[in-house]
């Protein structure tokens, strides 16, 4: 009987310690999951990037952009930078505004807070660079236009400013 009493008390002691060894396991195995979905959401792909042609034209200090073809641009994530002679301007223009510092106020389209949320085919937007703002375009530079979505490259374009 006494035998069985210290087998009894040994097999006891051990599945005891066998109990927070297991839980220890599963709260490793738990986090080692959740590392994986969070590595695998940070590295997925981010929405891809219309594709899109643009035309642009260059008057005085009026740029004027026009969709020629592809997909429709959200313009809530649609970012401009422009340079004059490869100079970029002091102050870029954000999209969509109606009046911004180093621009003429009432920008036309799609970069107009007033417009619709997506550019399409067809739609051209503009808006005037103000003499405040640096470089100003004047006849004979040359005007560089990067339009980007979600930080992804989607169109450049170049146009020399005729008199205005």
Known sequence: ??????????????????????GVLLVAITVLLAGGVV??????????????????????????????GGDPVPVDDLTVHVSVNDEPLARQPPVPFFSASGFRPGPNGPFNTASDDEWVVGGSASFAVAGTNEPTPGAGDVVEIRLSVREQPIATMRATVDPG
């Open 39 to 68: 590595t695998a959401a940070l590295d997925a792909p981010a929405e891809p990037a219309p594709t899109a042609t643009f035309s642009l034209s260059a008057e005085g200090t009026q740029l004027t952009l026009t969709h020629e």
């Open 1 to 22: 009987m006494l035998i069985r009493s210290r087998l009894a008390t040994r097999f006891r002691s051990a599945s005891r310690a066998v109990a927070p060894l297991a």
